[in-house]
């Protein structure tokens, strides 16, 4: 959910949440999407004339979001989406001389095989944003106090509470030169009454974000397994990351920025991001797009994701076509 809260010191995205019950949250919502849509107008049908144009020749190569299915994230969400435009006039959290440092906060426990998915997340990360990575000294779970624990259920491990690793684990230990910090964890996470469970969450402007790896598939499982979780884990990391650049979900195209409710729906979605979110990520950190897509080719190939590495070779391609006379 994008939450952008206009007034309140908290605001939130919930990556991806599968259901929600409580009255309270459904004014929340109801709020919270009145909120947003006082500033966002939906995207016009010829978005091009709100993109730079480098942007635009990526145009061709993406697919407009489909009407969603009835438990997709959009069939239970109200969002209006964002233009490239609209999120400038937004103010966004963005790279400074001060802060332009992307931290990785480790909370709990790692297996062998996890730490190497964390590892490779960790380096993805830096060439998807193009910016340094740091990767902190890990924090035991045993800072989190019962009261922000949720005990196990019948279909669910016990969970953490995300405000509380947001707001009293992170922010507190945000580093100076921290553009944005980004706790990983193997534990379940909640973001309180009314919901089951989040795979990340995110502050839209106070740089910090948290997400799990506990339900994107046993990573021990074989190759196959693996792959799944690294890809898994690499989208939720950068959704997340994008969230911390003020970027709410996206409803133009098939992005990485989608909002999703369940994992079937992000399976769904693509690690790429659209020409809109590209462009706002390039505008936030400072990044060329071209060498962007020259590197992540590289590492894609390294991880043998090749549905992403193929894409990113279109990308550029496009991205390094002349313009017709
Ligand atoms: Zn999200
Ligand atoms: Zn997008």
Redesign the pocket.
């Known amino acids: 959910?994008?939450a952008d809260q206009r007034g309140c010191k908290r605001d939130f995205?919930?990556?991806?949440v599968s259901w929600r019950s409580s009255m309270l949250f459904g004014l929340f919502l109801v709020l919270t999407w009145w909120s947003a849509s006082a500033t966002l107008a939906v995207a016009a049908p010829a978005d091009k004339l709100m993109l730079p144009s480098d942007y635009v020749k990526l145009i061709p190569l993406h697919v407009k979001l489909s009407a969603p299915r009835p438990s997709d994230w959009l069939a239970q969400h109200a969002e209006p989406g964002q233009t490239f435009r609209q999120y400038l006039r937004n103010r966004p959290v963005k790279v400074d001389r001060k802060r332009r440092t992307l931290y990785i906060q480790p909370l709990g426990e790692f297996s062998q095989t996890q730490k190497k998915i964390i590892d490779a997340t960790t380096e993805f990360m830096g060439v998807y944003f193009q910016l340094p990575v740091k990767t902190r000294e890990g924090l035991s779970l045993d800072l989190i106090p019962p009261a922000a624990r949720r005990k196990p259920g019948v279909f669910r491990s016990e969970q953490i509470l995300t405000t509380y690793v947001l707001y009293d684990v992170l922010k507190p230990r945000l580093p100076r030169d921290a553009v944005a910090m980004i706790a990983f964890t193997t534990s379940d996470l909640w973001p309180g009454e009314g919901w089951n469970y989040l795979f990340?969450?995110?502050a839209l402007k106070d740089r910090v974000g948290v997400w799990s790896i506990h339900r994107n598939g046993d990573s021990d499982a074989g190759d196959e397994a693996f792959l799944r979780c690294l890809r898994r884990t690499l989208k939720t990391a950068t959704?997340?990351t994008?969230?911390m650049f003020s970027i709410?979900?996206c409803t133009l195209y098939e992005c990485n920025?989608?909002?999703?409710n369940h994992l079937t729906e992000s399976d769904r979605h693509p690690l790429s991001l659209c020409p809109h979110c590209l462009a706002k990520i390039c505008y936030a950190t400072g990044a060329d797009p071209v060498v962007r897509f020259q590197k992540l080719i590289l590492l894609y190939k390294a991880h043998r994701l090749k549905a992403e590495q193929a894409f990113c070779e279109k990308s550029l391609a496009a991205l390094r076509r002349k313009k017709k006379r």
């Open positions: 959910m994008n995205d919930w990556a991806c990340g969450q995110a959704h997340e994008g969230h709410p979900h920025m989608n909002g999703c």
